[in-house]
């Protein structure tokens, strides 16, 4: 029997108002003189007493209290093991907040004139010179905002690289096997997507691929490590294929942490590559961010990346260069033109990102960068074999995973699923992995538990797990109904998205004079 409190609160686990609930018209944290009236230039209304917004009064202390217990509702990488597939929920070392807080970083404008900020241009050269070996490719677009972002300037070169061949290339190829954001991300460059099917072992039909290579394939966007969890054994050959047939390979580098350190996508004749900062290199993300998504670039395309650029001329000075010095610039110190696309953002990207990026490649070393990926597939592989005998796991027997664990709600009982499994490890105290992700799986889970989670970590989540596992698949009818010890139950997620409760009410605002 679950005992029902007065207050709604369940020991500290507080039942919250909404701030509009909570306030009380002329309540203030602060005292303010009251304003003068003014003559609106908003339909001619007057302000004054009567004119209300809408906007809840409350004390200090009611705000801090308020926003303080809503934190307490949320769960991130400080409140445990945060085991979402593909997302690399890595601990985000302190070491790196307090380099990038430091004075004289944290404090930057990007208006500021080149010639103050030399130290700064300096630590985004050396980001860029770690990424350019880890990857062994010759050049890297800095400035894309985030990893679909990264996607987009991949492409965006791909594109101006075929236009300056005149080549109308209109068709990626995309597997099935890679990110949802790639198909999207080659359609909003105006490619048309040529799905290739998955063999039984989770990897790319090489006979499929084969077949549809032609004279208006533009490339291919080829995820690595993929979705499923494993490396593509045919990399090499399909980036050869490719390249014959006149394309370019692009990579989806959101899963580099399984393999930094380890192998250069270089070496595997990738032509554009994305770097998720805030996964393999431990900037904070998952609405922790901003993200930062990098973009290396091999020979073939590095004349094509975005613009501005960092560039270090001979006499060691760091460069940002400019749309309007480009071309001169670069002909002037290597010898050639520019043909860049444009611009990705604003200014020249997250400098917060570089630097505890910079931090982070520095504290580990590439010695300690490499151990990062064979730490985070060890991981991986122990969760796997841990769960494989009470979880339904497709690729098993395809050899070891990488980075994430996949298994999938196949053997639960009648009528219970995927779905039933994550609401059960919320009452466990635990964020669900990655659900329904890839589709090509049934019902699909994918874990990631990383390098930085230890083995008693994994032990208990995988005790978790196991649990609500053997729940589902005994028919335990509380799963259905699960949670039940979380400030919120379980949602109609169909109903809240197809008929969403919005309460909006209109403000009264007094008549005009005439």
């Known amino acids: 029997m679950t005992f029902q409190t007065h207050t709604g609160n369940r020991g500290l686990v507080l039942e919250e108002k909404l701030i509009f609930e909570q306030g009380e018209a002329g309540r203030s ?10 003559k609106s230039r908003l339909g001619g209304l007057a302000r004054d007493e009567n004119s209300e917004i809408g906007l809840p009064g409350l004390s200090e202390p009611q705000v801090v209290r308020h926003f303080t217990r809503l934190s307490q509702k949320n769960f991130g990488i400080d409140s445990g093991f945060f085991p979402l597939g593909s997302c690399t929920m890595k601990h985000n070392p302190r070491l790196n907040e307090k380099v990038a807080r430091l004075p004289g970083i944290a404090d930057l404008h990007p208006m500021q004139p080149e010639s103050t900020v030399q130290g700064a241009l300096e630590l985004m050269d050396q980001c860029a010179h770690w990424l350019l070996v880890l990857t062994g490719m010759p050049a890297v677009a800095m400035s894309p905002a985030s990893g679909a972002q990264g996607e987009l300037c991949g492409m965006m ?35 048309t997507v040529d799905s290739i099917p998955a063999t039984a072992d989770g990897r790319v039909d090489l006979a499929a691929f084969e077949a549809k290579l032609g004279d208006d394939v533009a490339g291919i966007m080829l995820t690595n490590p993929n979705t499923c969890g494993l490396f593509e054994r045919d990399v090499r050959k399909i980036a050869d294929l490719v390249h014959a047939a006149g394309g370019y390979f692009y990579c989806d580098g959101a899963n580099f942490n399984a393999i930094v350190g380890r192998v250069r996508p270089a070496d595997l004749g990738v032509d554009a590559m994305h770097i998720n ?30 613009l501005p650029y960092t560039a270090r001329t001979k006499d060691g000075v760091v460069h940002l260069v ?13 010898g050639g033109k520019l043909q860049s696309f444009g611009r990705m953002t604003a200014f020249h990207g997250q ?16 010695d300690g960068l490499k151990q990062v990926a064979e730490d985070a597939v060890l991981n991986a592989n122990y969760m796997l074999r841990s769960l494989e005998d009470v979880l ?15 298994f999938s709600d196949k053997g639960m009982a009648e009528g219970f699923s995927t779905l039933d499994i994550a609401k059960g490890l919320i009452d466990e105290g635990y964020h669900p992995m990655t659900v329904y ?8 889970m994918l874990v990631e538990p990383t390098e930085t989670e230890s083995k008693a970590a994994m032990d208990e989540f995988i005790g978790a797990l196991r649990s609500v596992a053997e729940r589902a698949k005994a028919g335990d009818e509380a799963l259905k ?23 909006w009410k209109e403000p009264e605002l007094p008549v005009a004079a005439e």
């Open 392 to 406: 339904d796991a497709p690729f098993a027997d395809s050899g070891p995973c990488m980075h994430e664990a996949l």
């Open 29 to 38: 944290g602060v005292d303010l003189p009251d304003p003068a009236p003014v």
């Open 322 to 334: 400019e749309e309007e010095q480009a071309d001169d610039f670069a002909e002037e110190h290597f």
């Open 157 to 191: 070169a791909i594109r101006a690289a075929l236009d300056a061949r005149g080549e109308n290339r209109r068709r990626v190829l995309v597997p099935e096997s890679a990110h949802g954001t790639n198909p999207a991300t080659a359609a909003a460059c105006g490619f």
């Open 481 to 503: 109904s699960a949670p039940h010890h979380a400030p919120r139950r379980r949602l109609d997620e169909t109903q809240a998205a197809r008929k969403p409760v919005l309460v």
């Open 351 to 366: 400098m917060g990102m570089y630097t505890r990026a910079l931090a982070y490649m520095m504290s580990h070393g590439a």
């Open 277 to 306: 900062l805030h996964k393999t290199f431990s900037t904070p993300h998952g609405g922790g961010g901003p993200g930062s998504g990098p973009v290396v670039l091999s020979e073939a395309l590095a004349a094509f990346g975005p």
């Open 437 to 444: 992700f890839p589709l090509v799986v049934h019902g699909a």
